[in-house]
Structures are given as structure tokens and as C-alpha cells.
């Protein structure tokens, strides 16, 4: 699968949108491949402070328990309430699935994160794909 | 086939098949479950006793009685300690009138087979540790008797739940054909020469032979789910050297009436003793997943037990678990909690097993 340009990469395997000072999270298909069958998913609540680099979050698949990782420090603003009902949807559309947005509250973490481009190459360096 | 393979004791074994050819744990779950799923489980070990005393060795080295087996069948036992606590579990076939195989986990190969030679030497019987000359392919579900029936002359039909017997397979001549497995429905295992090209082979043709019944590989994943749905034990889990045989409620396949074995004294003591834990069936009633070697809490919030094995039930669809609980805690419906990254989250005790396949 091709990853979409109009958005950023960490090597946790997440994809940040960032539009303003609004951040839009979620996972990469190659984290969903790699985890299979996803059937839990658990997420901070709105107003939640999250720091760059520490667990905010859950994402559970038949076989195991992965943490999810902030991309960038700031405030919880909303979260995808859908993905507990149904979080098989982050399987069937990674990119499309967000799991929550979050207000930036320093622009620089933002010169930490991958493009589309390098980020193909770090998963394809990591054995994985 | 582009599995995700993972480290099993030291095998290099598939954990999942890819979700682009179908598979997926939930898919390969569900295959088994209601069609047919094939697994390689290679990783068994084998042991073969056999002499004029085959019997005899046989009974004292495991605690279910094999002296009830007819030629061609075979029963689920374990390997005890004189403690009564577990070396293994072990499927017994009785191949013929003085020859036996036992069947015994990958983990515990070496361990088990020096604990069975060690401990049958006093009887005129040849032990021979076998894991290495065999591919074992279990085919694992309703429709597969239909897809194996295509690949061999033996009468399927003939052969009932844990016998066994003999037949061409794929054109390999008098090849073992087990009517046992570790998923909690009908299926057979086979046992062929374990050389990669006939094995590869032998795969690839139950894949086409099974296409029409929708047929999947299964990886270790899979395995797992289906065996915690029937309650099926695990060794390291549910079954170790420091459980012992009533803990793990395994009562019904240990014979105390037979005369002797490894760890009947033990097992007579404990019993009169009772037991301080039980191996419970845990459903989760809060929203939350119970893994293996989380804690279970009463409603107080105190310690009381472990989880042994947990995981979403993809046929039942619920969050279940097996959990190691103090009397007081066994029956049905009583409240626990289960210990979730810091959190109590809410579960029930229920009956065991979780599924029972349906009767045909």
C-alpha cells in the first residue's frame, strides 16, 4: 500500500495529519498488518494532556497487546468513539481510521516525524512490509 | 506463504497466514470451526515404546489407563512427577498388541523424552525418541474428514474420535492417520516422513484437495484460540511441574484404581489434603481482555489468582480466560475481577468448556 503524503509518520508505526494547530493520529497499515486482527482499542479521554513519545493508548489484537505512543505533545480535543465498537475498521482502513486529534502545543515535534517517503523505507529497512 | 512466523521452542513456527490469502487468526479460527483448516505441528514430539512389556512401562509412566486401549486407540494422559505435579500432557496411541506412541509437546521433546527412559528402564522395552522422523499434519475441523478422504484409500468413515489407523496417503504407503487434535473439534492428524520435499508436497496437496471446502493454513494463533475455547490445556500454563493433577481438574484422565504410577502416592495425599487453587473459566462481563499472567482480584481489590491463558474467543465472541482461583471462587456466576493494566475490570466464573463442539 502507498502511503498518503498529506501526512507524517513516526516509527511507532503512527500517522499524524496535521491541519493548523490540529493533529489527526492513527496507524499505519503495516502496524495493522503486523498486528492482525485488531479487537480492542483504547483511548485517553477528551482534555487528556499527552507528552511526545509516551503511551496514551491501547490497541489489542487476538495475540497481543500493543502500546500506542504520542506523536507530539498536547491536549486530547476529541476520539474516535467508533473504533470501540468496532475496531476491526482500523484493519480495513488504516488511513481513514483516526483515533483521536489533539491540539499541537509545540510545533517543533513536528521536525521529529517521517515523511510518506522515508517512512516506506524505514518499514521496508525494518524487515517488514 | 508469507506467514508471520515467530519463535516457538526453538521452532520457527507460522503465528498467522497473511489476511490477502484469507487467513488471519479470527478467519483461520473460524475455518476450523465451521470447515477446515490444516496446521503444521511438526513441532510434536513422538516416543515409541515397544516390547513385551510395553504395557507395563506405559501405565507406570503415565497416569490414565492405557490397559483400557484396543489396538488402534488412543487416549489423552500425562507424564507426572512423583510430586504429581506435570512433566507433560501426552496423547497415548496403542499402535499394536506391544508398541505404543506417545505424542508430547514441543517444549518439553528432550526433557520428556530422557524423564521416559529414564523411568521405564526396569522394563523389557525399547524406548526410542521418534520427533525427528516425522512431519505431523493436523486437518482440523467438520469438513475434514471430506478433504482427507479425497487423499487416501483408508475408510475414514471406520475410524471414531482418538483412534487411529493405517492407509496410503498422498501415495505415501502405510502412513499413521490419527482421528485426535487440539481444537476442540473432529479432525485427524497424519504422520509422514519428515524429509521437506515429501512434506512440502503432501501440504500442498491437502491445500488443493481442500479448495472446495474452503479450506485454510492455521498458524500457532489460531491453534491457540481453538484449544482455549475447548479447554484444552497448555503446558506452562494451565498444566506445569508445580500443578498437580486435581489443581488442573484433569481428574477424569487420571486412574487412581489402576495399581500403580509415577505420582499416584502424591496425588493420594493431596487428595485428602484438597486443593488451595482450581483451574477456573473466566468470561469478561467489563469491556477489557484478560492475558495470560494477569492478575485476578476478588471484589475487594485482594490478589487471589492468575490468569493462565486469555484471549478474545473469535467463535464465541466473547473475552474469556482460564485462571487459577482459591476455592470459594469455582462456581459458576461468582464475581471476580481481573487486574488490566492497573485497572479492576469485571469478570464472571462460567462452565467449562467454553465450547463443546455440537453432536452429530
Not at chain 2, 487459577?324 to 468448556?353: C, D, H, K, L, M
Request: proline fraction near 4%; charged fraction near 25%; include cysteine.
Amino acid at each position: 500500500m502507498a502511503y498518503p503524503t498529506d501526512r507524517k509518520y513516526t516509527k511507532e508505526h503512527e500517522w499524524i495529519k496535521v491541519v493548523g494547530q490540529q493533529a489527526t493520529v492513527g496507524i499505519t497499515d503495516h502496524a495493522q498488518e503486523s498486528l492482525g486482527d485488531i479487537v480492542f482499542v483504547e483511548l485517553p479521554k477528551i482534555g487528556a494532556e499527552l507528552a511526545a513519545g509516551k503511551s496514551f493508548g491501547t490497541v489489542e489484537s487476538v495475540k497481543a497487546v500493543s502500546d500506542l505512543f504520542a506523536p507530539m505533545s498536547g491536549a486530547v480535543t476529541e476520539v474516535n468513539g467508533d473504533l470501540t465498537t468496532s475496531p476491526e475498521k482500523v484493519n480495513k482502513d488504516p488511513h481513514g481510521s483516526w483515533m483521536l486529534k489533539m491540539t499541537m502545543k509545540n510545533p517543533a515535534d513536528l521536525q521529529d516525524l517521517l515523511s510518506a517517503a522515508d517512512y516506506e523505507k524505514f518499514v521496508a529497512e525494518e524487515g517488514g512490509g | 506463504m508469507g506467514a508471520k512466523m515467530v519463535d516457538f521452542n526453538g521452532w520457527d513456527m507460522p503465528v498467522e497466514y497473511p489476511a490477502s490469502i484469507g487467513c488471519g487468526i479470527i478467519n483461520e479460527h473460524m475455518a476450523v470451526r465451521t470447515g477446515v483448516g490444516i496446521f503444521d505441528v511438526s513441532h510434536m514430539g513422538d516416543i515409541r515404546l515397544a516390547g513385551p512389556q510395553a504395557l507395563a512401562a506405559v501405565q507406570h509412566i503415565s497416569m490414565n489407563d492405557a490397559s483400557r486401549l484396543a489396538v488402534g486407540q488412543a487416549q489423552y494422559s500425562a507424564l507426572l512427577y512423583p510430586q504429581g505435579t506435570f512433566v507433560d500432557d501426552v496423547i497415548v496411541h496403542r499402535l499394536a498388541e506391544d508398541e505404543y506412541l506417545l505424542v508430547i509437546n514441543a517444549g518439553t521433546r528432550e526433557k520428556d523424552f530422557n524423564w521416559v527412559r529414564d523411568n521405564t528402564r526396569q522394563f523389557d522395552c525399547a524406548v526410542e525418541n521418534l520427533s525427528d522422523d516425522f512431519t505431523q499434519i493436523a486437518i482440523q475441523g467438520p469438513k475434514g474428514v471430506d478433504v482427507l478422504q479425497k487423499l487416501t484409500d483408508a475408510d475414514l468413515s471406520a475410524v471414531k474420535f482418538y483412534w487411529v489407523t493405517r492407509g496410503t496417503v498422498c501415495g505415501l504407503r502405510n502412513t499413521l492417520i490419527a482421528r485426535t487434535g487440539y481444537t476442540a473439534e473432529d479432525g485427524f492428524e497424519i504422520y509422514i516422513p519428515a524429509d521437506e520435499a515429501t512434506s512440502a508436497r503432501v501440504w500442498n496437496e491437502i491445500l488443493s484437495a481442500g479448495k472446495e471446502f474452503g479450506l485454510v493454513p492455521c498458524g500457532l494463533g489460531a491453534r491457540n484460540t481453538l484449544r482455549l475455547e475447548g479447554k484444552l490445556p497448555l503446558y506452562g500454563h494451565e498444566i506445569s511441574d508445580t500443578i498437580n493433577v486435581w489443581e488442573a481438574g484433569l481428574d477424569r484422565f487420571c486412574k487412581m484404581e489402576k495399581r500403580e504410577f509415577v505420582g499416584r502416592a502424591a496425588l493420594e495425599v493431596a487428595k485428602s489434603e484438597g486443593v488451595i487453587r482450581t483451574l477456573v473459566g473466566l468470561e469478561m462481563v467489563d469491556r477489557g481482555i484478560a492475558r495470560d499472567g494477569y492478575k485476578v482480584l476478588d471484589g475487594g481489590g485482594r490478589e487471589i489468582g492468575y490468569v493462565t491463558s486469555g484471549s478474545p474467543a473469535p467463535f464465541l465472541k466473547k473475552n474469556i480466560a482460564l485462571a487459577y482461583v482459591p476455592p470459594g471462587f469455582t462456581a459458576a456466576g461468582t464475581s471476580v475481577n481481573v487486574e488490566i493494566r492497573g485497572q479492576a475490570v469485571g469478570a464472571q466464573v462460567v462452565p467449562t468448556p467454553f465450547y463443546k463442539r455440537p453432536k452429530k
